[in-house]
């Protein structure tokens, strides 16, 4: 595995991270208890691109690790 491999793996983890927590943070909005109390943070758009980030790099860093 080559330093680019590694790097976009490192990448697409931390960007599944991110979408786990993007997911919990939204899960939690839907269910609040004041309705009125809406945030700030955009949870369902993090979650929709750190989902597509991980997905490729992670995707793109396991076809180059098998050499395809």
Known sequence: MDDSTLIMA???GFAAVMTVVAWLGD????RRADLDRVGF????A???W?????VLL???S????LGR
């Open 46 to 48: 993090m979650f929709f």
């Open 58 to 60: 992670l995707g793109l």
């Open 50 to 54: 750190s989902l597509l980030a991980a």
């Open 41 to 44: 943070m955009p949870w369902t």
């Open 27 to 30: 899960r939690r909005r839907h």
């Open 10 to 12: 490192i990448f697409g």
């Open 62 to 65: 396991a076809r180059q690790a």
